[in-house]
């Protein structure tokens, strides 16, 4: 049984799954271009068993899709039929004033070609019905489950990535279900009903075609094998280029400010070189196989003429027989050009369904507890941190958290201070579970935090960040986010009101139906927080998070801020994060923090006059406004 890190989600040292772990993240890794073979064969099951599951659903459709290609293959095979019973009967009971035969096999092969190209439409309709349908239960599947993995996963496993999954990926899955899939279904038919006809046709001339399935067989070998390496190649170069563009373009700031212009240019010049020589290398491996294929099959060809027509001279085989067998082994090779396409689609679309897989098979890393311990109603937001020990990763030599204990009464406003490392926003992180303590407990009303579900801690704990990050929609959208999208608009201008918002909003354009456009750009970093105070209104939560909310303001925007914190904290429990240390006046304690423990304890007015490093920062402070 696999055994797994609550702090990462990731398994832990030494469980069965620790080498196919390493692989699912290895396009994380500069080097990781292609996996070792164990680690490859446990991706290749992942895509798999994630392909037999997203078509459970459709089986119907997809039975249904093979049976029309069944079919479609079988009325395609008669023609040559046709066309030998026209040239050894048809003619010359034609000749002989017997037209009927002839105007049955004419007739007879136009019927086949209609019926084919009915099939082929419906078949055609069908298989692309289901193959959106797969993709958008896919991308649907990848999105939810990337909004539930852990904040440590977010913060390793890039954006950038996830949208290599979601972009060309998926694109390459969709390449595979639009042609590859009818190609290779279509060649298989083709190849094994035109082997049965061959040997019924002249078991001689058969085995001159049997015996070129020998290098047909290697070659198709050698071509997944090489394949698959480039492929995988290509998805984890592609992935790393978005990645850079990402990142380039979300900076932009920044990259003009410091003229990294050419510096980024040199990397996606690198990235894009590496891209090109990883596809061209996909793109010699078909060449080199259609051209085996082909050559298989010319020389074959060649044979087949030399010997039929000996045969035919002496009698011992009919020319129409010899037509029909040409025109059949014509429909033999074609298709396994078919079949060459297929595996290009197949090898690029392999590669993206393992990179897909591994995403989904990341185990969510704070799973939702099996007995879930519901909090009292209301909520009181009593706090305590019981000999909490924490590191980002296991392996990690240094510990954030040595052995934590706090306890916060229910409605105390706790402001934690110290310099940057001392461990203040690892503590909000464990409160908010963003987290799992490795050891110890952290405990809202007396519940372990792991025994809470999600949506009972959400509602009874909120988090506001510096971020105060907006979506793309309506000032009222944002707001209402706080009581999960279901509150009046008086509820959302009431919110507002209460903590001094209403006023700009409604001087806003369109008021509270403003577009705030993305990331809440159209608001000032202080008209953002303010928004994001008033989301906290709306929740009503027992228990208030503060992670430097007052760090990016400027000096009116701060004070607004500082208003408005005071309505929001009133009768909550609340951990306040700042080094402005006008924040951290309006708390009921101030926490002194340094290397994880707590070195200073007590109200704010305690702290200053009995000395020490909380006084010291607040003369800095101080000295620093003058």
């Known amino acids: 049984m696999t055994t797994t890190d609550n702090t990462t989600g990731t398994p832990a040292s030494g469980s069965d799954d620790e080498e196919v772990w390493r692989g699912f993240a290895a396009d994380d890794e500069e080097e990781a271009d292609v996996v070792d073979r164990r680690t490859g064969l446990a991706l290749q099951q992942r895509a798999r068993v994630l392909v037999a599951d997203i078509l459970r659903p459709h089986r119907r459709s997809v039975a249904l899709a093979i049976v029309l290609m069944v079919a479609e293959n079988a009325v395609m095979l008669a023609g040559p039929l046709l066309v030998a019973t026209a040239i050894d009967t048809g003619v010359p009971a034609a000749l002989a004033g017997r037209p009927a035969p002839l105007a049955w096999a004419i007739a007879g092969y136009a019927v086949c070609g209609l019926a084919g190209a009915g099939l082929r439409a419906a078949f055609l309709v069908l298989s692309g019905r289901v193959g959106q349908d797969l993709l958008l239960d896919l991308r649907e599947r990848v999105f939810a489950h990337g909004q539930r993995l852990s904040l440590d996963f977010h913060e390793s496993y890039t954006s950038g990535r996830l949208i290599s999954r979601l972009t060309s990926d998926m694109e390459s899955l969709s390449d595979l279900l639009e042609k590859g899939l009818d190609g290779l279904a279509g060649a298989l038919l083709s190849v094994v009903g035109i082997t049965v006809l061959l040997i019924w046709l002249d078991p001689v001339l058969a085995a001159v075609v049997l015996a070129g399935f020998a290098p047909l067989l290697l070659l198709t070998r050698w071509f997944q094998r090489r394949s698959r390496a480039s492929y995988r190649r290509t998805r984890s170069t592609v992935a790393r280029l978005i990645v850079h563009f990402v990142e380039s373009m979300n900076g932009i700031r920044a990259v003009q400010a410091f003229r990294r212009e050419q510096r980024n240019d040199e990397i996606m010049d690198s990235l894009s070189t590496a891209y090109r020589n990883a596809n061209t290398s996909a793109f010699l491996t078909v060449a080199g196989y259609v051209a085996g294929v082909r050559t298989v099959g010319n020389t074959t060809l060649a044979l087949v003429l030399l010997i039929g027509g000996l045969r035919v001279v002496d009698g011992a085989l009919a020319l129409g027989a010899l037509t029909a067998f040409v025109l059949y082994l014509r429909r033999f090779y074609d298709p396994l050009d078919d079949l060459a396409q297929f595996f290009n689609s197949y ?165 509270f139906d403003t577009d705030v456009r993305k990331r809440g750009g159209r608001l000032s970093a202080g008209q953002r927080q303010l928004v994001s105070l008033a989301r906290v209104v709306l929740a009503d939560p027992a228990v208030v998070l503060l992670d430097e909310a007052t760090s990016s303001l400027d000096i009116p925007s701060e004070r607004a801020v500082q208003a408005a914190l005071e309505t929001v904290l009133a009768g909550r429990t609340a951990l306040v994060i700042a080094h402005r240390l006008s924040t951290v006046l309006i708390a009921d304690r101030v926490l002194v923090m340094s290397d994880g423990q707590v070195v200073q304890d007590g109200s704010p007015e305690e702290l200053l006059e009995g000395g020490g490093e909380f006084a010291d920062l607040h003369a800095a402070w101080r000295a620093s406004l003058a």
Request: charged share 25%; glycine share 8%; hydrophobic share 45%.
């Open 347 to 511: 090898q690029s679309a392999a590669a993206a369904l393992e990179k897909i897989a591994s995403v989904l098979d990341t185990p969510v890393g704070l799973p939702e507890p099996a007995r879930p311990v519901r909090l009292p109603e209301p909520a009181r937001g009593e706090l305590e941190f019981d000999a909490v020990r924490f590191a980002y990763r296991r392996a990690s030599d240094r510990t954030v958290l040595p052995e934590f204990s706090l306890h916060v009464p229910a409605g105390q406003t706790v402001a934690l201070v110290g310099a940057t490392g001392a461990g203040k926003s690892t503590l909000a992180k464990l409160a908010a579970r963003f987290y799992d303590p490795t050891a110890g407990a952290v405990r809202l009303d007396g519940v372990d935090l792991r025994d809470i579900t999600d949506a009972d801690l959400r509602s009874a704990l909120v988090m506001i960040t510096q971020e105060a990050f907006l979506f793309s929609g309506s000032v009222a959208d944002n707001i209402a986010m706080g009581g999960h999208g279901s509150r009046s608009r008086a509820e959302i201008v009431a919110a507002a009101a209460a903590v001094g918002a209403r006023e700009f909003i409604e001087a806003l354009p369109d008021g």
